[in-house]
């Protein structure tokens, strides 16, 4: 089944009067890649690529002639079109073409994702089935608490019950932006308004030093975190983490912020966290996915993706050491989730329910795509 035709879109959501803040840098509102592929037997899919940084460098990659190296494939041979992406980031090719490395990682995550989409279609089954199939539904909790501008302990208190009333029973607030103990109050208000049953996460996103962390783990410890997530400073993360992990009761999380599969299998080896988030929009796609999912299942480490619950819901659910999906269920945080499907999953009671539907199982809004799309090919 051979890939005939490559469609690229650009999604993006204008700048916002008060944006989100982590501790440190300002999550876009959509910045995204999407890659729809045709084959010559008329079954299409679709992937999508994530990104912090700006994602010129892969339309850039794109216009310059990237899709010479996908046309022609197989789509129903993910692995061996993922490897041949991959490489790249070490070819001369690339490197004449200023193809970037990041932009290559980036997209073959996307082009892996709507092949994997092509061979559920193919097999007329949904991926989780065909990764495994061991449960049909998730747990799922949504990310919060972000710092704006004039954002207060009430607003933060606001916006807290509005997810609960939308029927969500986990919720991830952002840490770190604050002194410590300004940050432990607002977790405190979080906490209060959740309740004590409702699962409670923690993420400075890399925001402390190594002593940071211990007083703020020790700090957080009364609050009853299931996690706390990426608390070290990048330079020395993972020496960090281990250290920290000596220190503090609360499960430590990692591996958004790596590049590779090759960076969370270090993390595994240090033997530091008990809970892994890699992305697969992000880096490795379903290829590299399932790679981790089955060496975390080995390792005794729990598998809760970062960002997207409707594509990393297939992951979690076919593995045994899936835990958890990432939802943002505000639209003015993430438009995206709230527009680019037609028929998501609900989150129904802190569960996704899984769809039927073969493939990723989900139609993408084609007023959705005009809206946030630019063409790039």
């Known amino acids: 089944m051979k890939i005939n035709r490559i469609e690229v879109f650009a999604l993006r959501a204008p700048p916002q009067g008060r944006p989100h803040w982590t501790s440190h840098f300002i999550v876009p509102t959509a910045n995204e890649i999407l890659v729809r592929l045709y084959t010559d037997e008329g079954i299409d899919g679709f992937g999508l690529a994530?990104?912090?940084?700006?994602?010129?460098?892969a339309i850039k990659a794109f216009k310059a002639g990237l899709t010479d190296q996908i046309l022609g494939e197989d789509a129903l041979a993910p692995e061996r079109l993922y490897q041949k992406l991959f490489r790249l980031t070490t070819s001369k090719t690339a490197n004449e073409k200023g193809w970037s490395r990041e932009a290559l990682i980036r997209i073959s995550a996307a082009v892996d994702i709507a092949c994997w989409d092509i061979v559920g279609k193919a097999a007329k089954m949904p991926l989780f089935r065909i990764f495994g199939g061991y449960r049909d539904e998730v747990p799922a909790y949504v990310t919060c608490g972000y710092y704006r501008d004039g954002k207060d302990?009430?607003?933060?208190?606001?916006?807290?019950?509005?997810?609960?009333?939308?029927?969500?029973?986990?919720?991830?607030?952002?840490?770190?932006?604050?002194?410590?103990?300004q940050d432990i109050e607002r977790m405190?208000?979080?906490?209060?308004?959740?309740?004590?049953?409702?699962?409670?996460?923690?993420?400075?996103?890399?925001?402390?030093?190594l002593a940071t962390a211990i007083?703020?783990?020790?700090?957080?410890?009364?609050?009853?975190?299931?996690?706390?997530?990426?608390?070290?400073?990048?330079?020395?993360?993972?020496?960090?983490?281990?250290?920290?992990?000596?220190?503090?009761?609360?499960?430590?999380?990692?591996?958004?912020?790596?590049?590779?599969?090759y960076g969370c299998r270090a993390m595994l080896e240090e033997h530091a966290i008990q809970i892994l988030q890699f992305d697969c929009t992000m880096m490795g796609g379903f290829?590299?996915?399932?790679?981790?999912?089955?060496?975390?299942?080995?390792?005794?480490?729990?598998?809760?993706?970062?960002?997207?619950?409707?594509?990393?819901?297939?992951?979690?659910?076919?593995?045994?050491?899936?835990?958890?999906?990432?939802?943002?269920?505000?639209p003015e945080r993430d438009p995206l989730q709230a527009e680019l499907f037609e028929d998501a999953p609900k989150i129904v009671n802190g569960r996704l329910k899984l769809k039927e539907q073969p493939g990723l199982g989900l139609t993408l809004s084609e007023?959705?795509?005009?809206?946030?799309?630019?063409?790039v090919m």
Not at 298 to 320: E, K, T, Y
Not at 367 to 375: L, V
């Open 287 to 330: 290829t590299e996915g399932r790679k981790l999912a089955g060496l975390c299942e080995l390792n005794h480490v729990q598998v809760a993706p970062h960002h997207d619950c409707f594509i990393h819901a297939h992951i979690v659910a076919a593995s045994p050491a899936g835990y958890i999906v990432e939802a943002f269920t505000d």
């Open 153 to 181: 302990n009430q607003e933060l208190r606001d916006e807290v019950l509005m997810l609960k009333e939308q029927g969500h029973t986990g919720f991830k607030v952002k840490a770190g932006g604050l002194p410590l103990g």
């Open 50 to 57: 994530t990104s912090y940084t700006p994602i010129d460098q």
């Open 188 to 209: 405190a208000v979080m906490r209060q308004a959740i309740g004590a049953e409702a699962l409670f996460m923690v993420d400075p996103n890399r925001a402390w030093d």
């Open 215 to 261: 007083e703020g783990a020790r700090l957080l410890e009364p609050l009853n975190p299931r996690w706390l997530e990426e608390p070290i400073r990048w330079e020395d993360d993972r020496r960090g983490l281990k250290l920290l992990a000596q220190k503090t009761r609360i499960p430590l999380s990692g591996g958004e912020s790596e590049v590779t599969s």
């Open 367 to 375: 007023s959705a795509i005009r809206k946030f799309g630019e063409r």
